[in-house]
């Protein structure tokens, strides 16, 4: 139907972005972070059974994702063609775009455990160095699944990780883990495991005894910086 009249499907793509509604939930989901239904419900205006019709309608047109975590569900952008499209549309109409503000606690935001990985702006933050120094690969053709390089292999063995175990593991060993404070993924599997066993162990960060929260320590700052650029 798409390839013999993709004047229609374009219609119809052009038809589930155009309802106001809608438009305010994928203009809200445009800086990267995914939202769960409610607070897309309240970006659109509309009481959450709406909300749930209208995301039911963009992620069958391929438009956003819908992200379990837990009992939670998360919301995102379907890919980086739908962003540009949307920013294309955005520019041309001469709209601003509003911005996404957490309400979590600031403690609990900068660093924390996530099961047994780094969560928060620190986890977001070296899962992206990971990625951007070339120690992360990307698995084809499953989203949000990497290996290591030869490299990243070789740096984290360095730092004490025991590669050959980790892949051992019955577990994924290195993947994108939804993350509730930043709305962005951080670094879960084997590899995330690994990484705050790394952390621990050398003192970079430590737990706080009543929480989730960790401390990142002057050792950590240096550290963090030196060998991944890395500036929190």
């Known amino acids: 139907m798409e390839a013999e009249h993709p ?10 972005i155009a309802e106001p509604a809608r438009t305010r939930m994928l203009c809200a989901l445009l800086d990267g972070r995914a ?21 039911a309608k963009l992620r069958e047109r391929r438009l956003v994702l819908m ?12 890919d980086h063609q739908v962003a540009a499209a949307i920013e294309a549309l955005t520019v041309i109409a001469g709209g601003p775009i509003g911005t996404f503000e957490p309400n979590t606690p600031e403690r609990m935001r900068a660093a924390r455990t996530c099961y ?19 120690w992360l690969s990307d698995v084809h053709g499953s989203k949000g699944l990497y290996d290591l390089t030869v490299e990243g ?4 063995s360095k730092l004490g990780m025991d590669v050959s175990a980790a892949r051992a593991q019955r577990r994924r060993f290195a993947c994108d883990c939804l993350d509730w404070s930043e709305r962005r993924p951080h670094l879960a599997g084997a590899v995330g495991a690994g990484l705050l066993s ?21 050792i950590g700052l240096r550290e963090m910086r030196r060998r991944f650029d890395l500036v929190l």
């Open 67 to 78: 992200h379990v975590q837990g009992r939670h569900r998360y919301y995102s952008l379907h």
């Open 35 to 55: 939202r769960t239904s409610t607070e897309l419900a309240l970006v659109a205006g509309v009481n959450p059974s709406t909300a749930s019709v209208h995301l």
């Open 116 to 134: 047994d990985h780094m969560a928060g702006a620190l986890g977001v933050a070296l899962r992206d160095r990971l990625r951007a120094m070339g």
């Open 153 to 156: 292999t070789d740096e984290l």
């Open 198 to 218: 790394i952390a621990l162990q050398r003192k970079w960060v430590v737990k706080d005894f009543e929480s989730r929260v960790l401390s990142v320590t002057k």
């Open 7 to 16: 004047e229609a499907a374009v219609s119809e793509m052009a038809a589930a």
